[in-house]
């Protein structure tokens, strides 16, 4: 079992940044493969970026070069740094756990935590 909680959401500007953090609880947290989704209003959640256990990252397009994806296993504790922020990336940020290998299908992650929402002014 991991519990997942999420921080760093918050209001900024176009073309800032922010860093995202999820606390996972648990000593197997470190074996997970931890995903970061999002889900702006009315649409369906997507999948933003990924790191295995070996710190093994993969992304969604449009975050590409802008997103990067981290983890601290000493602290149980992902994040995602967020530069160039653009309004389309306004949306609640989730960080899910799984025990799939490279998985970007939000179905094949088992944990996931509440959330924290990113609003990106223009």
């Known amino acids: 079992q991991v519990q997942l909680v999420e921080s760093g959401g918050g209001l900024v500007q176009a073309g800032g940044s922010l860093r995202l953090s999820c606390a996972g609880s648990?000593?197997?947290?470190?074996?997970?493969?931890v995903g970061w989704f999002r889900q702006a209003p009315g649409k369906e959640r997507e999948f933003v970026a990924g790191?295995?256990?070996?710190?093994?990252?993969w992304y969604e397009g449009s975050v590409k070069g802008r997103f990067t994806i981290s983890r601290d296993n000493t602290k149980n504790t992902a994040y995602l740094q967020m530069n160039s922020l653009k309004p389309e990336d306004t949306a609640t940020y989730y960080c899910?756990?799984?025990?799939?290998?490279?998985?970007?299908?939000?179905?094949?992650?088992?944990?996931w935590g509440r959330g924290t929402q990113v609003i990106v002014s223009s």
């Open positions: 648990g000593r197997t947290f470190r074996t997970y493969t």
């Open positions: 899910a756990a799984s025990g799939a290998v490279r998985p970007s299908g939000a179905s094949l992650y088992a944990y």
């Open positions: 790191i295995q256990w070996d710190s093994i990252t």
